[in-house]
Each structure stands twice: as structure tokens, then as C-alpha cells.
């Protein structure tokens, strides 16, 4: 068996380190980049994300045979009235790569975008990859300029570059934080009897993608030989919840109802978005296995 090397950029995160352990798992090596210093493993190399420099990127990335760009901090609500922070934050250490990269070999690459948030509003069809794009945040906009680079890249460097728009990720690990993440906020409210924050009614309507399905795609858009070039691809259970259904689920697992105050929606708020996920089944033969039921009780006993 080959053994291969990857670089993940936010190997530190929670979506990073289902990844990490399931490259590790696999034989592969990873090279992980993240301001949070991680476990030692012989299989693991960390880098410090705040101290590497150009010529270090230049180096790790040509040592490597790809890299899986899953960096990120922040999301539509935490981008609001802040252009620049998206920019310094997300959009230029993407830039910082793709500079360190000039002149180097082909590799394969894995850039993890948003599907919740760039397509907009859909109420009419489920969006497939090919629906017209519509950033309502600061946040999804500059996905969308990171998507429009990382084109470029791969035309200017010969890359094989796969963009994966996920829906709503959710699974064992991923932390309590304000504004990030509905199912452990949900769990949150339910411990400690503070309501969380509805915006609108709880109608609107999303899907949600257990992590582990989510890195059984990365995996595959890395191991599957696909000509150079630049492709998007949604990642998703396409099975439409409303915000009131998955907190009614959620009382249900938990055996008590989780509290909910209603407000208005925001001007940013999206109403309805399911992500069609036929290409991701056509192009890596990849189905999602976990049910909402099922991801969320793995999810809660995780978390117990």
C-alpha cells in the first residue's frame, strides 16, 4: 500500500480531527496545520499556523501529495458589519497558500466551502452546483471569492482542485460555541435551561450531514483519479428539517424539550436550503449513511 501525505490546513478543528484520525487510520501521513498545537503521533507532523511562514508553506506543500484546506472562524452572523476580518481571516492565509505554491508541482486539493450559505435562498428545488449563486453575508462572500481563486490556481498551476459545499455539519466533538453549530447549542440550552435564540418562526428548512459521512467525501475526492482542473460539488444528506423538527428531535433524544425564545430574522438569514447531492454520489460513489436520529444520538452520547 502507498502511503500518502497530506496537509490539512485546520487540522485543529472539529471537523480537522475526524479527518486526521481517518487519514491516520487509513496509512496515510498528515502534515497538520493548526494554531493549536496538536497530539504527537507518528503519523502526525504539526505546524504552528501562527508562525509558519512563506517559504515553510512553499516546503510543506511540496513535500506533500495534496492538501485539504478546512480553515475557517467564522460564519454569516459573525461576519456581519466585518468585511476586513473576513478577508484577514479566511481569504488571505487561502491567498498566502496559493502564493507559496507558484511554480511548484500539480497537487490534488480539497477546499471545504460553505452550501448553506452561498446559494441563497432556494424554495422552489433542492440547489444543485449549477443553481445561481447568491452571498447574503459577508461570510459566504468571501467563500465565494476563495472559490473563484482557487480556479485561477488550478488553471495557472495545472491543479486537481474539488470544492466541497457541505450543508450543516454536526457531530461528536464539535464544541459549544455562540453562533456556531445548532445541534450543540440545541444540547446546551437542554443542560443548562437557557433558550436558545430562534430567528424566525423555526419553519426554515436545512439538511444536515453527520461528519463522518462528510469525511468519507473528502477521502474519496482524494483517492479518486480525476483529470486536472477545478470542480465544485455539494456535500449533503438532502433530507430537508425544518428548525422546529430538529428541536423537537433533539427533546426527544434528550428526553426533555429544548427551551426557544423566537425573533426576527436577520436580513442575512437564509429561509430554505436543501443541497442536491447527485454529483457527490455520480463523481465518488459516495453515500451518506447516518440518519439524523442516528448522527444525533452518536452526537449526544459523545457528549455526555
Do not use: C
Amino acid at each position: 500500500m502507498i502511503t500518502r501525505t497530506w496537509l490539512v490546513v485546520g487540522a485543529g478543528g472539529f471537523i480537522g480531527g475526524h479527518l486526521v484520525r481517518a487519514l491516520v487510520t487509513s496509512g496515510d501521513r498528515v502534515i497538520a496545520l493548526s494554531p493549536r498545537a496538536l497530539p504527537p503521533g507518528d503519523s502526525t507532523t504539526w505546524v504552528d499556523a501562527t508562525t509558519v511562514t512563506g517559504d515553510a508553506l512553499a516546503s510543506w506543500f511540496e513535500s506533500s501529495d495534496g492538501v485539504i484546506w478546512l480553515a475557517g472562524s467564522s460564519t454569516p452572523s459573525s461576519s456581519a458589519g466585518r468585511p476586513l476580518a473576513e478577508l484577514d481571516s479566511n481569504l488571505r492565509p487561502l491567498l498566502n497558500l496559493i502564493q507559496a505554491s507558484i511554480g511548484a508541482p500539480a497537487r490534488r486539493v480539497v477546499y471545504l466551502s460553505t452550501g448553506g450559505a452561498i446559494y441563497g435562498d432556494v424554495e422552489v428545488r433542492d440547489a444543485t452546483e449549477q443553481a445561481r449563486l447568491e452571498p447574503k453575508s459577508f461570510y459566504s462572500a468571501g467563500k465565494l471569492a476563495a472559490e473563484a481563486f482557487l480556479s485561477a490556481w488550478s488553471h495557472e498551476g495545472d491543479h486537481d482542485i474539488t470544492v466541497l459545499r457541505p450543508s450543516n455539519v454536526y457531530g461528536p466533538g464539535q464544541p459549544f460555541r455562540s453562533g456556531f453549530g445548532i445541534v450543540p447549542t440545541a444540547f446546551h440550552a437542554v443542560q443548562t435551561g437557557n433558550p436558545i435564540f430562534v430567528r424566525g418562526d423555526g419553519t426554515a428548512v436545512r439538511d444536515y450531514l453527520f461528519v463522518d459521512d462528510l469525511v468519507s467525501l473528502v477521502i474519496k475526492a482524494l483517492s479518486k483519479s480525476i483529470s486536472p482542473g477545478f470542480r465544485t460539488i455539494n456535500a449533503s444528506s438532502h433530507v430537508p428539517v425544518s428548525l422546529n423538527t430538529l428541536l423537537d428531535l433533539i427533546g426527544d433524544i434528550l428526553g426533555k424539550a429544548v427551551p426557544r425564545e423566537y425573533h426576527d430574522a436577520r436580513a442575512f438569514d437564509v429561509h430554505r436550503i436543501v443541497l442536491d447531492n447527485a454529483l457527490a454520489r455520480d463523481a465518488f460513489d459516495w453515500v451518506p449513511r447516518t440518519d439524523l436520529r442516528d448522527g444525533l444520538e452518536r452526537t449526544w452520547r459523545a457528549a455526555r
